[in-house]
T-cell receptor, first 110, second 115 residues
Framework: GIQVEQSPPDLILQEGANSTLRCNFS?????LQWFHQNPWGQLINLFY???GTKQNGRLSATTVATERYSLLYISSSQTTDSGVYFC????????????FGAGTTVTVRA | DAGVIQSPRHEVTEMGQEVTLRCKPI?????LFWYRQTMMRGLELLIY????????DSGMPEDRFSAKMPNASFSTLKIQPSEPRDSAVYFC?????????????FGPGTRLTVL
């Protein structure tokens, strides 16, 4: 199946800082999703972004499908941004089997 | 619209007992997924239903696990008998192949502890 790698594995931020999370995937994708798993364990959809750029408030994401990577930008981070951010890829040949990366654990300190 | 609904949210049981987890997908979604999340293995797909029919159950760990989808608005995941190594968070997700490109929406999860 498709391999998904995320970096960095851990990130510690001071409140108000900006950061970039990266997701590399090994093959063509039909879809690419970013999730935030909050400290209560809920998996929250942030973006579906097979290509291009999208923005939602302080978060934005860019996927360059031809180069097989996606970036998640967090601007003006807040303590509520803490949690684990997962990238998940839906391969072109098997359009239901999401492959998850290992996640980036983000800690935002006040 | 309500999101994916799962129950119970927490379940503590003893080894050997039967456990049933429940899921109500988002109305209008025709695909349903059961996932398991552990520290060691991350998020794993257990089973995928499309239009209430099981399509891929290759992720179901063993015969102790079974899943059903009797109608478009309800699914169950059953573990019988349960074992301590089944302790994990179980997520249900649903999707629809529309403009969202099979975007999967996850429920809040059921945290299962088997003693």
């Amino acid at each position: 199946g498709i391999q998904v790698e995320q970096s960095p594995p851990d990130l510690i931020l001071q409140e108000g800082a900006n950061s970039t999370l990266r997701c590399n995937f090994s093959d063509s994708v039909n879809n690419l999703q970013w999730f935030h798993q909050n400290p209560w364990g809920q998996l929250i959809n942030l973006f579906y972004i097979p290509s291009g750029t999208k923005q939602n408030g302080r978060l934005s994401a860019t996927t360059v499908a031809t180069e097989r990577y996606s970036l998640l930008y967090i601007s003006s981070s807040q303590t509520t941004d803490s949690g684990v951010y997962f990238c998940a890829a839906l391969p072109a040949e098997n359009d239901y089997k999401l492959s998850f990366g290992a996640g980036t654990t983000v800690t935002v300190r006040a | 619209d309500a999101g994916v609904i799962q129950s119970p949210r927490h379940e503590v049981t003893e080894m050997g007992q039967e456990v049933t987890l429940r899921c109500k997908p988002i109305s209008g979604h025709n695909s349903l997924f059961w996932y398991r999340q552990t520290m060691m293995r991350g998020l794993e797909l257990l089973i995928y239903f499309n239009n209430n029919v099981p399509i891929d159950d290759s992720g179901m760990p063993e015969d102790r696990f079974s899943a059903k989808m009797p109608n478009a608005s309800f699914s169950t995941l059953k573990i019988q008998p349960s074992e301590p190594r089944d302790s994990a968070v179980y997520f249900c997700a649903s999707s629809y192949p529309g403009l969202g490109g099979n975007t999967q929406y996850f429920g809040p999860g059921t945290r299962l502890t088997v003693l």
